[in-house]
T-cell receptor
Framework: AQSVTQLGSHVSVSEGALVLLRCNYSSSVPPYLFWYVQYPNQGLQLLLKYTSAATLVKGINGFEAEFKKSETSFHLTKPSAHMSDAAEYFCAVSVRGNKLVFGAGTILRVKS | KAGVTQTPRYLIKTRGQQVTLSCSPISGHRSVSWYQQTPGQGLQFLFEYFSETQRNKGNFPGRFSGRQFSNSRSEMNVSTLELGDSALYLC?????????????FGPGTRLTVL
């Protein structure tokens, strides 16, 4: 069975600082991996996805993630945080069809 | 293109009642998936419908059911509501083809069970 672990339920960074949100996955077969963002009272928006092409994936809003098979990781980064990045971020894995297995989420706080 | 729409956005029910939530996918999308989001359990997959057939199912009791119509609109029903069913229910749609298709999420229906 697939699973996702997000390290840190809350992450706080200063505006302009590096954002690093950690995600480790468990899958017996090559996975598809995703990062979603959720703003208050809204649904989920896809930031980026890994589907076995390039291991460094660039997404929207300046985010990117690197798939590291040896570490079973798919950490999300952004060089410089903006106030508008404050939200909850979810890492997810999919192996079969459209069923997504989500991590517990990380709330990102950006301090001015 | 209009996004995924869910109705109603907010709903209050009492224990023992039943509820039906509706999801209209993006035009041309034939797959609709449902997820439950709670503070305690996080985001959990309920089921997926494709061309009016349930294609995938999560680990929820039989009180949770769904269906899809010929126009790809989907409904989910929860019978005999329990307090623990209070959650944000998210619907996602995707177009067919390939091993994986990007899922587009609606804003959700927030269900409160009193």
């Amino acid at each position: 069975a697939q699973s996702v672990t997000q390290l840190g339920s809350h992450v706080s960074v200063s505006e302009g600082a590096l954002v690093l949100l950690r995600c480790n996955y468990s899958s017996s077969v090559p996975p598809y991996l995703f990062w979603y963002v959720q703003y208050p009272n809204q649904g989920l928006q896809l930031l980026l996805k890994y589907t076995s092409a390039a291991t460094l994936v660039k997404g929207i809003n300046g985010f990117e993630a690197e798939f590291k098979k040896s570490e079973t990781s798919f950490h999300l980064t952004k060089p410089s945080a903006h106030m508008s990045d404050a939200a909850e971020y979810f890492c997810a894995v999919s192996v079969r069809g459209n069923k997504l297995v989500f991590g517990a989420g990380t709330i990102l706080r950006v301090k001015s | 293109k209009a996004g995924v729409t869910q109705t109603p956005r907010y709903l209050i029910k009492t224990r023992g009642q039943q509820v039906t939530l509706s999801c209209s996918p993006i035009s041309g999308h034939r797959s609709v998936s449902w997820y439950q989001q709670t503070p305690g359990q996080g985001l959990q997959f309920l089921f997926e419908y494709f061309s009016e057939t349930q294609r995938n199912k999560g680990n929820f009791p039989g009180r949770f059911s769904g269906r899809q119509f010929s126009n790809s609109r989907s409904e989910m029903n929860v019978s005999t509501l329990e307090l623990g069913d209070s959650a944000l229910y998210l619907c996602a749609s995707s177009s067919p083809g390939g091993d994986y298709n990007e899922q587009f999420f609606g804003p959700g229906t927030r269900l409160t069970v009193l």
